[in-house]
């Protein structure tokens, strides 16, 4: 950590149609963010597709220069494309009118760019005779469910896994009889063990990182706090954070405490409707019962100097470790320069300026390493109820290998290592690995190997790997985004016939659905090994008082 990742500016053209030179398009000319000038859409897309097969479509197999891809919703039969420059959204039309690709011949032609949700929302709101709807409050938009008694938050999410399994079955038919083999399948309608959600130990103040928004709110007053609601959705006010019941009181202090700072400072908020202003975020993590603290201040850097930027570092430096600020008693601090990205550009610039590089926290007695840009469970208490019903369900022994598919910083795979043969851990972000790496060395953990790449391609190089014996068993364990796995992965489990159990985390369950399909269904041309059967599920309330939680699959290889 603290080595400042390069930002490659993308020089784009412009030239801007009159008809834009209106304050809905401003942005347009503004942000210098402008592939929405060349945008095309993209009709007759096929029936099953995923983002990461059509975006490999555009760059790989059409050698397409796109610079955003924009799917509305999944499997969508259209979509939008960006590029740099009109040479090379022309290039893309004659590329793609005409193109057949999974049976579909596709349709492409010129789109116009978007409207600044912002600025229509205004105008539509002064067009229109109704009556304005009350704006939501900072705790309505962040803690919908924290309104309720926590029972009732727990039945209501109780009810939506429920939801959610029965909609995997009734897509596990309708695939089954796509295939046209639903006699031969008596697993097409799997009898799922749904176990009673697990509240959170901990159900307030829980959340061991929070990234809060530095703006104004309706009065023009400078807060650091939470957004009343997306941009797109027409919401730049930010509202302090006081009454919320999710972050620690420590983190509500600090937020407060480096108000104080913004306020003092010649530097302003930034404003993303105009794109001018400097300060955009600050981020906190509070991990070891909150006796472990990192800051990172996030800015829009502008056209501010080297000598500029380093003053502005001491600045934060001085402010919490001499000024109002030094209540805190902050471990370490982080500089962080966030600007818009455009696609081929590399990440946002971070950079240590005080104190630890890292700060530590504890899930079933083991010690964990967190860097700046580290993932790790928002509910460290939590978390460690979620680990252990992973545990019970693995149930594993001694002749048990753990693949654990992105694994993230290894604490799933390390708090399961004692209790198996061996773990295989991969994940996709390098820095994240040499974490796990770490975080075994440091708990003296000797059987868990950790390597950076993408689950499409370790799995089944690490299955290989592994070389169990015949009365020896492999459990995936798969804790992916929120999008979840790619076809290509999903496509190694199925095959890699060693694996007998595998276990499927996700925080977001009705996004996984399609995964948990492709693991079901009968076998085909590429999902040649027999497939998963569905037995056992239950959530785990890792989010009080959000509509979100964790879902926990267990399932097991059919047998010949």
């Known amino acids: 950590m603290g080595e400042t990742a390069e ?6 053209e412009k030239v801007l149609d009159e008809k834009y030179d209106t304050e809905e398009y401003a942005y347009l000319k503004n942000s210098g963010f402008t592939s ?19 975006k490999k479509l555009f760059s790989t197999t059409l050698g397409l220069n796109s610079n955003k891809i924009k799917i509305p919703r999944r499997n969508c039969p259209f979509g939008f494309v960006c590029f ?14 005409g193109y057949k690709w999974k049976g579909n011949i596709l349709k492409a032609f010129p789109s116009n760019p978007i409207q600044d949700p912002l600025f229509k929302k205004r105008k539509d709101e002064d067009s229109s005779n109704k009556p304005q709807k009350k704006p939501k409050t900072v705790a309505e938009s962040s803690e919908p469910l924290g309104h309720l008694p926590y029972e009732e938050q727990l039945e209501i999410k109780q009810k939506k896994i429920n939801n959610v399994l029965t909609q995997f079955k009734t897509e596990l038919k309708k695939a089954i009889n796509y295939q046209g083999k639903a006699d031969m399948n008596e697993y097409a309608d799997p009898e799922i063990e749904i176990k009673p959600i697990i509240p959170s130990p901990q159900p307030t103040g829980y959340r061991n990182k929070c990234e809060f928004t530095i703006g104004r709110d309706a009065n023009d007053q400078i807060q650091v706090g939470n957004r009343l609601g997306s941009y797109i959705s027409g919401s730049i ?12 009181e420590k983190m509500k202090l600090a937020a407060k405490v480096f108000k104080k700072f913004v306020e003092q400072s010649k530097l302003d908020v930034y404003n993303p409707s105009t794109y001018e202003g400097y300060f955009r975020q600050l981020a906190i993590r509070l991990h070891d019962d909150e006796k472990a603290m990192m800051i990172i201040v996030g800015i829009h850097p502008q056209t501010m100097t080297d000598d500029e930027k380093v003053k502005f570092q001491d600045d934060v430096v001085k402010f919490f470790t001499e000024g109002e600020g030094k209540c805190l008693n902050v471990n370490c601090i982080y500089y962080e320069e966030i600007q818009k990205i455009q696609s081929g550009q590399q990440g946002k610039t971070i950079k240590h300026i005080y104190g630890d590089t890292h700060v530590h926290d504890y899930i079933h007695g083991l010690k964990f390493q967190i860097s700046a840009s580290s993932f790790f469970q928002g509910n460290t208490k939590g978390a460690a109820k979620l680990y252990q019903e992973i545990i019970d369900l693995a149930n594993p022994t001694p002749k048990t290998v753990v693949l654990d598919v992105c694994c993230g910083t290894g604490t799933i795979g390390l708090c399961i290592a004692k209790y198996c043969k061996e773990v295989y851990g991969m994940e996709i972000i390098p820095q994240a690995i040499e974490d796990a790496k770490v975080n075994a060395e440091m708990n003296g953990i000797k059987n868990a190997i950790f390597s950076a790449g993408n689950a499409d391609d370790l799995i089944y190089t690490m299955v290989k790997q592994a070389n169990v014996d015949d009365d020896e068993e492999i459990v995936a364990i798969v804790d992916p985004p929120r999008a979840g796995l790619t076809t290509k992965s999903i496509m190694q489990l199925r095959n890699s016939t060693k ?14 659905i399609k995964n948990f399909v492709d693991l079901s269904k009968n076998c085909s041309k590429t999902m040649k090994g027999e497939p998963f059967v569905a037995k056992v599920a239950r959530a785990v309330d890792m989010f009080p008082h959000t509509d979100h939680c964790e879902l926990v699959v267990l399932f097991e290889r059919k047998e010949n």
Request: include cysteine.
């Open 7 to 12: 930002i490659i500016q993308v020089e784009t």
């Open 36 to 54: 929405e000038l060349y945008k095309i859409e993209v009709k007759n897309l096929p029936k099953f597709y995923g983002h990461a097969e059509i």
């Open 84 to 97: 740099r420059n009109e040479e090379d959204r022309q290039k893309a039309i004659e590329i793609l009118n």
């Open 237 to 248: 006010h930010v509202e302090a954070i006081d009454d919320l019941k999710i972050p620690p």
């Open 499 to 512: 694996i007998k159990k595998l276990i499927y985390v996700s925080c977001s369950p009705k996004q996984v």
